[in-house]
């Protein structure tokens, strides 16, 4: 007979420190915490490119990348090319190793989510979750949160890197609109990232939730654990069996695995597309669209070798974006630079194609600005290839599937572009790597490149979708799935529509909302009123 626990939550990472920190505050409640990569439970045992908000450790980024950190995933690109896609693997999850940029989407993005049949999560139901969440010094108390676990902060010009510096003031020399806080409804324009940090101390959510949880005596984690799947009597979840046969039971269990490892998760259990299941000879429990709708930000990387002494390795590696929206889909945010001050071009595996692409052989880094689709309309898929879990699940994003992309993403290089090669930040750097002016300014020769230079965001979503299963509903509206009894799926997975904004922002609050609900709980939605008045600055859990 093994443990038993009321709730198991499967995935350390971004969502599953939330829940096991919120779940757990309920102290007649225990919850079992289990994280496949390392726990480091101390601020001194944590590496330092986990720690030191400068950084970012991801494959193809930094050189404190840390291969233990990180799933070692590919994902199909063009012409059946592997892309190199960093998932992480740690306690924290992509909020101890991601570019902690803290973006909320677009108010539209939750017309979508209510229009597949979610009708509680409307903008201001998102809204009073995001103003509760955090802890942000922007001054309009009307949208932001104070007091809140998650600490936005944002840095001063006089903070930034040399080429971020740049990047802002080539923005500017452009005539782009100056935008201080990006996290304002709907805001358009270049400035400073919202970020999970205090100073150079990067806040996972690790660090934000789970920490002030760890004494507990109702809350056990257990690291370096990985969980096959979920054991069924009927359509009744009972535990979770792990890698190596161990079976622990559970009253309840929250998938937070990520939006692509918590479907592998479902379909080695029996729930998924039953075409997958019967050919792979898994008894099917519930034949739901599970690893279909997986949406991610298709980025164009732009990039250039640094002009000696523009940059430095302790610059901050992140700190600046414009947001802005393509004339093929107006007003809906769909386009976001990015600037990077460096990016270590040796640390992307052999044989894929990471950020740093072709072109950047025997360069030890670049700089540049990701143009990032941020609103794509091209979905892909997770499949498991095997019912063994050390097999990583088929990844298709199918990038460009769409023609609505292949408008909008063009577009958004252009815009890159023109800031790339405007002054300050041209003289900054050297010639551009893999693309030129006159491959922009064709339209078939853009095209092309383009094909060819396709990475990831790393911003999975969608693949447990959050809608009415007459909609291709996996989980509903409080993100339990469909037809089972006992099983919620708390992560990125049930992000129903891909936000406009880097999704863990957008996932800590779909986290701390299912959490909520898990509790019979729920943030008091605001109402239109009351988000104009900014009076209120804390928003306090009404019982449902
Ligand atoms: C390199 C990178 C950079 C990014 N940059 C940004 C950014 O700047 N801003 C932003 O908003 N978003 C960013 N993102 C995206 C953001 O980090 C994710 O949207 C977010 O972390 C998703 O949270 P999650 O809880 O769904 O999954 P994750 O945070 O990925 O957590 C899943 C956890 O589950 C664990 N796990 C998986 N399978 C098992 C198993 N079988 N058993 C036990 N444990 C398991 C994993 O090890 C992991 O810790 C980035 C992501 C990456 C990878």
């Not at 079992?32 to 494959?59: C, N, Q």
């Not at 970020?195 to 002030?212: C, E």
């Not at 709708?293 to 640094?306: K, Q, R, Y």
């Amino acid at each position: 007979m093994g443990e038993k626990f009321d709730v198991v939550v499967v995935g350390g990472g971004t969502a599953g420190c939330i829940l096991a920190a919120r779940l757990s505050e309920d102290a007649q409640r225990t919850v079992l915490l289990i994280e496949a990569g390392h726990d480091y439970p101390s601020v001194s045992e944590t590496p330092v490119g986990v720690k030191d908000a400068r950084y970012v450790p991801m494959r193809g980024h930094a050189p404190e990348f840390d291969p233990d950190h990180d799933w070692g995933l590919n994902a199909i690109g063009n012409a059946d090319s592997l892309i190199a896609v960093p998932q992480a693997r740690l306690i924290g999850g992509g909020s101890a190793i991601n570019g902690m940029i803290a973006l909320r989407g677009a108010t539209a993005d939750y017309d979508e989510w209510v229009a597949l049949g979610n009708p509680e999560w409307d903008w201001p139901h998102a809204l009073a979750a995001f103003r509760a969440m955090e802890d942000d010094t922007a001054p309009d108390l009307a949208i932001h949160g104070r007091g809140g676990l998650v600490t936005i902060s944002r840095s001063d010009e006089h903070e930034y890197a040399p080429l971020q510096k740049a990047f802002v003031d080539s923005c500017r020399g452009l005539g782009h609109q100056e935008a201080w806080d990006l996290n304002a409804p709907n805001a358009e324009g270049f400035g400073p990232a919202p970020m999970t940090r205090v100073g150079t101390r990067r806040l996972s959510t690790a660090a934000s939730h789970l920490d002030a949880a760890r004494g507990r005596p109702n809350l056990t984690i257990r690291a370096e654990t990985v969980v096959n799947r979920i054991v069924l009597q009927g359509t009744v979840v009972t535990g979770v069996e792990l890698v190596g046969g161990e079976v622990i039971d559970a009253g309840e269990v929250v998938l937070t695995a990520g939006a692509i490892i918590t479907p592998a998760i479902l379909q080695r259990s029996g729930i998924g597309p039953a075409d997958l299941l019967d050919s792979l000879g898994i008894p099917v429990v519930s034949d739901l669209p599970v690893g279909s709708n997986l949406g991610d930000h298709f980025s164009v990387p732009l990039l250039a070798p640094p002009r000696e002494g523009s940059w430095h390795l302790d610059d901050f590696s992140l700190q600046t974006v414009l947001r802005a929206s393509t004339s093929v889909q107006p007003g809906s945010l769909d386009a976001q630079l990015t600037m990077f001050s460096y990016l270590n071009v040796r640390t992307t595996a052999e044989g894929t194609r990471g950020l740093a692409g072709e072109g950047s052989v025997g360069l030890e880094n670049v700089a540049g600005m990701g143009c990032v689709l941020n609103k794509p309309r091209s979905v892909g898929t997770v499949r498991i290839v095997s019912t063994d879990a050390a097999d990583l699940p088929a990844v298709n994003p199918n990038y460009l599937g769409e023609q609505i992309d292949r408008d909008a993403i063009r577009e958004i290089v252009r815009l890159g572009w023109s800031v790339l090669t405007s002054e300050p930040l041209a003289s900054m750097l050297l010639e551009p790597i893999g693309l030129d002016a006159e491959t922009v300014a064709d339209d078939a020769a853009l095209d092309a490149a383009i094909e060819n230079k396709t990475a990831s965001g790393y911003h999975f979503t969608g693949t447990c979708l959050m809608a009415a299963p007459d909609r291709g509903g996996v989980v509903d509206q409080h993100g339990s799935v469909h037809g089972i009894s006992g099983l919620r799926v708390a992560d990125a997975s049930v992000v129903p529509t891909t936000p406009a904004a880097n999704s863990m922002l957008t996932t800590i609050m779909t986290a701390e909302r299912i959490a909520a609900f898990a509790r019979g709980r729920e943030f008091a939605p605001v109402d239109a009123a009351e988000a104009d008045s900014g009076s209120r600055r804390v928003f306090a859990e009404a019982a449902l």
